[in-house]
């Protein structure tokens, strides 16, 4: 899919008056909000609720995004992940199960989600504005299946820190500014911004061509 249409699917998720999305299925249960699109295109958004950042072990305030503590615990795949994002991706996986998907993309917290379910998917996925969730040496079994797009700016995208081990997963591709900008850059609009001025680098499509 070309990286300006999955941005541009993913903002719209967060407009309910979006026209043009032909959403098949729809689940929320648990913090977590997932659409089933035509042709097996599912997406994750993140959250617009800050009391999901804290149900999964996060703490936001005015400035900072922190997280509480560095316990982790395995997913299916045996991976370690920070604590709160396992539970996330458990009821995304377990929807999607019976749902034939062929693509994943997602949002924020849903983007850190969206990298777990891959190992029992085996599907291409495209994270925007993912925090780091994994925080274990040992190679994933899917990450060449993952596209991570990151704003240099966005702090969401550099916690858990990587002095404490944690990373994202598969290729990172990152948006950097000419000059500062104001404020938390972390939405999508501000997302598509970047991508749609010459020169962004990131591939045009995901997954890649041969």
């Not at 598969?170 to 948006?175: M, Q």
Request: hydrophobic share 40%; aromatic share 8%; charged share 20%.
């Amino acid at each position: 899919m070309h990286l300006m249409k999955a941005a541009k699917i993913m903002q719209m998720e967060y407009n309910p008056n979006a026209q043009g999305l032909r959403v098949r299925d729809k689940h929320v249960a648990r913090g977590v909000e997932t659409y089933l699109l035509t042709k097996g295109i599912v997406v994750v958004p993140g959250t617009n609720d800050l009391r999901d950042w804290q149900r999964f072990n996060f703490k936001f305030d005015r400035w900072t995004l922190r997280f509480a503590g560095t316990a982790t615990r395995p997913g299916a795949s045996g991976i370690r992940w920070h604590g709160g994002f396992p539970e996330h991706a458990e009821v995304l996986d377990d929807w999607m199960k019976d749902k034939n998907p062929q693509l994943l993309i997602g949002h924020s917290l849903g983007a850190a989600s969206a990298q777990i379910v891959e190992a029992s998917l085996d599907i291409p996925v495209i994270a925007f504005a993912s925090p780091q969730p994994k925080r274990d040496a040992r190679a994933f079994p899917g990450a060449h299946h993952i596209l991570n797009i990151k704003r240099s700016d966005d702090p969401v995208c550099k916690v858990p820190s990587k002095l404490l081990a944690f990373s994202t997963l598969g290729r990172t591709a990152t948006l950097r500014l000419a000059q500062m900008e104001l404020g938390l850059r972390h939405k999508m609009k501000h997302y598509l911004a970047l991508l749609g001025k010459p020169g962004a680098p990131v591939p045009q499509s995901w997954p890649v061509s041969p």
